[in-house]
């Protein structure tokens, strides 16, 4: 009986089911970083508001602590060309306080929001009346 040695022959690439198999675990993680990246994009523009609006609430009191106290009243608008999207409102509220002799103050409110998204940041001061 004579044996002979057959050499195999080498096989070049790769089958289907690898081919599949790499991906699948390609489509997971794909999916895994584009999750990722959608909820940085949404991170990214509730920091941007909760950094702009505080900064355009002391804008807007900074305005309204200029004016005399008996011109100051309720109004709303928006920030312009500058903040698109952006808009305030302003309730201006007499407060008496029993422990200043019943003085009067004025409670002032202003509420920053953005259409987009509709998130608020509301600020809240008071101010004694000087004239």
Do not use: C
Not at 5 to 20: A, M
Not at 69 to 79: K, R, Y
Not at 117 to 123: A, D, I, P, R, V
């Amino acid at each position: 009986m004579l044996f002979r040695l057959v050499k195999k022959e080498s096989r070049h690439g790769f089958t289907l089911l690898e081919i599949l198999f790499a991906m699948s675990i390609i489509s997971i993680a794909l999916i895994a970083v584009f999750r990722l990246y959608a909820q940085t994009i949404s991170v990214n523009h509730q920091l941007a508001f909760h950094t702009r609006a505080p900064f355009l609430a002391q804008q807007k009191i900074s305005q309204l602590m200029t004016m005399p106290a008996a011109e100051m009243s309720a109004e709303s608008g928006d920030f312009g060309d500058d903040f698109p999207g952006y808009s305030w409102v302003v309730t201006i509220e007499d407060i008496a306080l029993e422990s200043l002799g019943s003085q009067i103050m004025k409670q002032i409110n202003i509420q920053v929001s953005i259409s987009e998204s509709g998130q608020t940041y509301q600020l809240r001061s008071y101010r004694y009346p000087r004239d």
